[in-house]
Each structure stands twice: as C-alpha cells, then as structure tokens.
C-alpha cells in the first residue's frame, strides 16, 4: 500500500508543520510516521489476508486487526503486508499464493515461520517494526533467523483478535501477538501500544538494575531424539553473553539442567491437542485447510501433491497426516499434559520475580531451504514457551562464520516481560544487535 502510505506521511509532515508541540504530539501519537510492516494473517484494511491458503486467495480485509489498529492509531503507517507459512503452522515461508520468502543474507536460506516475511524485510532494512505472531515460536525463529529482534508477551496480554487462523479452545492460551523489530529499544514502546490497556498487567516502567537479575543458563535440552543437537556456534556465542554478564555485571550465571525440556515437543504437541477447561476439542489443522469449503483429506492431497496437482504444501499435508495420530494413545497424551503443567510450576519456581534464563533460539542457524522437512520437530526451542506461558526474547547476537546470524532467547516468568527486554537492550550494546546484511 505505497501510495496510501505515501499519503499518510504527507499528512504527518503537514501535522508536524502545523500542530501544536512536539511533547504533546509525542504523547498522543507515539508511533507517528513510522512505518510498519504486517503479517498477512493479520487484516489490514483493503490488503489480502489469505495466510497463504489458496483458496482464500480473493480473501480482501474490511477492517484491521485490534492490533493493526492501535498501531494506526498511534501513528504507525503501514507499508504492506508480509508472507508466512502457508496457516501459519510451519517453520518455512512458503506457500502457493505467494511462493517462497529468502533469507536477506543468504538467498539459499529460509526466513524461519510462520512471520518468515516479516523477519526478512526487517533484516532487509525494508520495515522498522514488525507484527508477529507465535504459537510454537513464529515470532522468535524469524527473528533468529533474520538476526532481528522479536517479542514473545505473556500470555494473554495483547489482543489476537483479527487474524486467520486464530486460536480456539486451549490453543487461546498459547497464541501470542508481538513486535518484531531491528533495535532492541523499538520493542517496548510497540508493546505497550499493542497491549493497550492489557500492559496494566505488565511492569514496563518499573527500572531494572540488571545487577540485581538472578541470571540462569541451559545449553541444549537435554538431548531429545527427536531435535538436532545445538550448533557448536550457537553454544559458543551463548558462552559468550555468560562471559559477558559475569565481567559486566558482576553476576553469577548459573547453569541448570531441566530434566522435562528433553521432552518439549512432545509436551507442546499434546498440549496443544487437548481439550479446554469446558472439554472443547482443540481445532482440527484439516478444517482450517478446508475453510468452511470442502473437506480436505489429506492422503489424497499427498497423492495429488505427489503428481504436482495438490494446491497444498507438503508441510500442511504432512501435519494434517500427523494430527490424527497425536490423538491415538490418550492416556500418554494425559502423562504429557499432566509433565507439562508440572515444568510450568518448576520455571515460575526458578525464574521468581527476578530470575532470566538463556537457552538457545533454535538448535541450527538459519537451514537451506526445504531441510526442515528433515527435521521437522526443531521448533520445539521455541515452541515449549508457548505452552508455559512465559515471555520470551528473541536477541541477535551477531554473524557466524557463514555471515548467518546468531541469536539467543531470553525467558522470564509471567508478567516478568521488562526484564527480558532490558537484557535485550544490554545485549544489543554488548554485541552490535541487528547487522546490516552484507556489510560484513
């Protein structure tokens, strides 16, 4: 939408030229002229929001989302809107309306998802301030991914309204709206206008003495069957924030093992397919793909997809596939169920009201394109916080050797969100934050 954005700064201009001072002007519209970008699952008004569905191709919003419009309404002028994974339920920006996102500082490389779209353009220094959203970490990987910023809130804090597909049931509690963005200090002023009347609940103008911060560090998971182990790269510029934290702050970072995070996806896949407190299923991944159309079988749409004929990618048909089966054994989903809820209640105990613990964004830097179909489970880094509810930081932290960037996540307990993005702000001093692609 260039050049209704074009149009809207021009208003600013005459605004500022116009109006009264700076300082009430900064008050009433904290985001005033600054651009944005927007998740295409997101409506922004008179743009698509087909969430890379092809039969949702014609789909035009009429309105924006609760979000799109605090936004607007402080300011922000949107650009555009950005690709994702085809329902937002994969970690490759690819689809069959759209086609496939590349990595700014690796073409052969993937965005990360499902906010694959938003992560590149930012990286790409095309945007400044990104919305994301995340379920099982579709804020944080493109931001790892893209070397950018990005904002896991607690659960519950900013509104989901407005975007395909939202949560029903149990999966209310886990979906999550935030700010991607290239500097560190950008995140908090968007979240507070993205939680409106929702950032009561966080501390945001409480000051943090970083000094204070009872800092915690876990390397891996613990070696789950099902994930790639940690890059050495990744571990080593982990070390590295350790080392720093120690000589900068003063602290002691204690290194701890979580017995239960070795079973992450499986506590992430069982929970996310369980029944709400009212006994309500859990949406099934098939009737999205449908969207109120025909059933979708995905067995078939394999076979179509097999011959080039399925309007499908084979992620979506590979978890309409898996869904079924995830189902199958009750009683090992319940023990699931029951360990994670048991993990919830050992983080809160350890992070307190002043704990952070580092672990790592994503066991491998940004992979080649269509690999994660290998390893399909990596997401569950991320994806674990979804489920516990914590607020997490996605922090870049430079280039590897490759000039792929580096990152690491940092996690805090509920409502805690101001002390990840005060050691967000920290870090981005201690190793440059976001790095223009190819300039190194």
């Known amino acids: 939408r260039f050049e209704e954005a074009l149009q809207e700064a021009r208003q600013v201009d005459k605004l500022l030229s116009e109006g009264p001072g700076d300082d009430c002007l900064e008050e009433k519209f904290p ?3 600054v651009p944005i970008t927007v998740k295409e699952a997101f409506s922004l008004y008179g743009m698509p929001n087909t969430s890379g569905l092809v039969n949702r191709r014609n789909v035009i919003a009429t309105s924006d989302a609760t979000v799109v419009s605090r ?7 949107p650009l555009g809107v950005t ?9 490759e920006s690819s689809n069959r309306v759209y086609g496939r996102t590349n990595n700014p500082y690796d ?24 919305v994301g959203s995340d379920i099982g970490g579709s804020i944080r990987m493109p931001a790892f991914f893209n070397g950018v910023f990005g904002h896991k809130p607690t659960t519950g804090v900013v509104p989901n309204d407005g975007q395909f597909p939202n949560a029903h049931g149990v999966r209310t509690s886990y979906l999550c709206t935030g700010p991607m963005c ?10 507070k206008v993205m939680a409106g009347p929702g950032v009561s609940k966080l501390k945001l103008n409480e000051k943090v003495s970083l000094e204070k911060i009872k800092f915690h560090c876990m390397d891996h998971d613990g070696g789950s069957i099902f994930v790639s182990p940690v890059d050495k790269e990744i571990l080593q510029a ?10 900068d702050l003063g602290v002691q970072v204690q290194h701890v093992t979580i017995h239960k995070m070795k079973y992450s996806f499986q506590i992430w896949s069982a929970m996310m397919s369980s029944k709400d407190s009212e006994g309500q299923e859990a949406q099934r991944f098939t009737d999205l793909l449908g969207d109120h159309g025909k059933p979708v079988w995905p067995l078939w749409e394999l076979m179509k997809w097999l011959v080039g004929m399925s309007s499908h990618t084979l992620p979506a048909i590979a978890l309409g596939l ?10 090992g989903k319940a023990k699931l169920v029951s360990m994670g809820k048991s993990l919830q209640e050992e983080m809160e105990a350890l992070l307190g009201p002043d704990g952070v613990l580092l672990y790592p964004s994503h066991p491998t830097i940004a992979p080649k394109h269509h690999s994660p179909i290998c390893m399909p489970f990596n997401f569950a880094y991320t994806a674990i916080f979804n489920v516990l509810g914590l607020p997490v930081t996605q922090c870049p932290l ?3 050797s490759e000039g792929l960037p580096l990152g690491i996540q940092l996690v805090a307990a509920a409502y805690n969100d101001h002390l990840t993005l005060a050691v967000a702000r920290y870090l981005e001093k201690a190793f440059g934050g976001w790095v223009l692609p190819g300039e190194v």
């Open 31 to 33: 985001l005033l002229g």
């Open 71 to 77: 936004l607007k309404q402080a300011g922000a002028i």
């Open 83 to 91: 690709n994702c994974s085809e329902l937002c339920m994969w970690y």
């Open 107 to 130: 073409l052969q490389r993937i965005v990360g998802g499902s906010s694959g779209g938003e992560g590149s353009v930012l990286a790409a220094a095309c945007s400044v301030i990104g």
């Open 182 to 191: 290239r500097y560190a200090e950008d995140l908090e002023p968007v979240l």
């Open 238 to 247: 982990q070390k590295k924030v350790v080392e720093r934290l120690e000589s």
């Open 322 to 331: 898996t869904e079924k089966l995830v189902n199958l054994n009750v009683s």
């Open 398 to 400: 430079g280039l590897g």
